[in-house]
């Protein structure tokens, strides 16, 4: 998976940071999956090396314009475009109704399918979003002021390593077939022996997982979700002296996003986020905010605008 960040900043863009937007690239499949889409995300597009093109599903969080303003523009776009063979688009229950209605009133015309799914009875009865034959996709309600959701991008487990050398003592001959074998599956060879291929496997292999975890006051819920994650993507609005100020606006400090990340027991925590009050040249900046963070859970990140990170499974 490869992680980018084209939209890093809470409430209101600033010169260096964009309103949220994360997109999630799966190159194994050429697909691309964003998450929340704020006002200017499709500029972000085209100062990145991603393609609108390969956009095939949208995550809403929550209906906050900072998180969805820039989705009708980017979808009509995508029309415009005329390469889309339909796009998911997953939320809150009012997500259809607001798309719907911007498209209706401005006489726009989407010219592929879209697809809604509401994400509030998986997320509080603990099903799955989504499930493919690679991914499964959970999300869990957060704590904040309009009903918000947290996600967990799962692979499911690969493979275990194949045995060359196995298949080569057992007059296997090389080809095709080896990678029939190497997923496990039985194959009828062509003098006639059956092979499964779990016989020639070791232990099947985990995936990596990548958690999106915004807006939200420190909860439970969003531990548990990210729990053993490769990366946790966590909101960081306000430093750990704002501590009041996020409780009654229910969004998370720097050291609550630490501590779900330390209690999850994640390899790797990014904060993202970040109330332009911190904008560098300010008494408090993001690095204060990233040390308060790292006091806690060391291996954190600051996120910024077009940063990617690479999540790949172990060797």
Not at 13 to 18: D, K, V
Not at 61 to 89: K, Q, R, Y
Not at 213 to 234: M, P, S
Not at 301 to 314: C, G, N, R, V, W
Request: proline share 7%; aromatic share 6%; with cysteine.
């Amino acid at each position: 998976m490869q992680v980018t960040f084209l939209g890093t900043s809470s409430g209101v863009p600033t010169r260096a940071r964009n309103v949220s937007s994360v997109a999630l690239r799966l190159p194994q499949r050429s697909e691309l999956w964003l998450f929340d889409c704020g006002e200017g995300t499709q500029h972000q597009f085209l100062r990145s090396d991603l393609r609108l093109s390969q956009l095939r599903r949208v995550f809403i969080t929550h209906m906050h314009g900072d998180h969805v303003f820039g989705l009708p523009g980017l979808l009509a776009s995508l029309g415009l475009a005329g390469n889309s063979s339909g796009v998911d688009l997953y939320g809150p229950d009012p997500l259809e109704a607001y798309l719907q209605g911007v498209l209706r009133t401005s006489s726009t015309r989407i010219g592929y399918p879209m697809a809604f799914h509401r994400v509030k009875e998986p997320a509080q009865q603990g099903t799955l979003v989504l499930e493919d034959d690679d991914i499964i996709v959970r999300a869990t309600p957060l704590t904040h002021r309009v009903p918000a959701y947290a996600y967990r991008i799962e692979q499911k487990p690969r493979a275990g390593r194949f045995d060359v050398a196995k298949a080569h003592a057992l007059d296997i001959p090389p080809g095709p077939i080896y990678g029939e074998l190497q997923q496990g599956r039985t194959v009828t060879l062509e003098d006639g022996r059956t092979i499964d291929g779990r016989d020639l496997c070791g232990p099947a292999r985990p995936g990596v997982s990548v958690v999106y975890c915004t807006d939200t006051v420190f909860c439970e819920a969003a531990v548990e979700l990210a729990r053993g994650a490769d990366l946790l993507i966590h909101e960081s609005t306000f430093s750990h002296a704002e501590a009041e100020m996020a409780f009654q606006r229910q969004h998370s400090t720097s050291t609550m996003a630490a501590q779900t990340a330390a209690e999850a027991g994640v390899k790797q925590l990014a904060l993202t986020h970040l109330s332009p009050r911190y904008a560098p040249g300010n008494p408090v900046t993001p690095q204060d905010l990233l040390q308060e963070a790292q006091a806690i859970f060391p291996n954190t990140l600051l996120a910024k605008d077009f940063l990617t990170l690479e999540i790949s499974p172990p060797a």
